[in-house]
């Protein structure tokens, strides 16, 4: 397992969560994978409130267990997968959506793994730090909790 110390589990505000789960269109039954999901709030309101399938890949312990401990307590089990692990040796290509919060650098490294893995039409849905080399298809500014936020939309195309 690869673990980025460099990136610190900040949670995303909730507003900007929902924000960023509307501007990827996320569709009821559709596949939501959320890299680095820390306490799982993008996954939870994705099966929640989106009524979406969502699968949190996270690499420290004690985040996956407070999120699994959310996620039955909400009754959610059967719409929300947890992983505990290394997401860049998690296969992505089942995802319609994929949620992003890590650093430029970080994004940089997957991006080969996005595109050998994602499906045609899939959206990568980046929170703050663009992937370079890819064109945003809407880049959006959200102000929230004294600061503003910024949300990237790609889709794939092949």
Avoid at 6 to 22: N, S
Avoid at 69 to 93: A, P, Y
Avoid at 142 to 147: E, G, T
Wanted: glycine share 6%; with cysteine.
């Amino acid at each position: 397992m690869t673990y980025y110390p460099q990136v610190p589990f900040v949670p995303t505000p909730y507003a900007v969560v929902r924000r960023m789960l509307e501007i990827a269109e996320l569709k009821p039954g559709e596949i939501l994978y959320d890299l680095g999901c820390g306490d799982g709030r993008i996954i939870i309101m994705a099966a929640k409130e989106f009524n979406a399938r969502a699968v949190g890949i996270e690499i420290r312990k004690d985040l996956v267990e407070q999120c699994y401990r959310e996620v039955m307590r909400l009754g959610l089990q059967d719409r929300i997968k947890i992983i505990h692990g290394d997401f860049f040796e998690v296969n992505l290509s089942e995802a319609d959506v994929v949620t992003l919060y890590l650093l430029t650098s970080v994004n940089e490294k997957l991006r080969p793994k996005l595109e050998k893995e994602l499906k045609p039409g899939a959206r990568v849905i980046s929170h703050d730090f663009e992937v370079l080399g890819w064109k945003p298809k809407r880049v959006e500014n959200i102000y929230d909790q004294w600061r503003t936020h910024k949300i990237y939309l790609y889709v794939v195309e092949k």
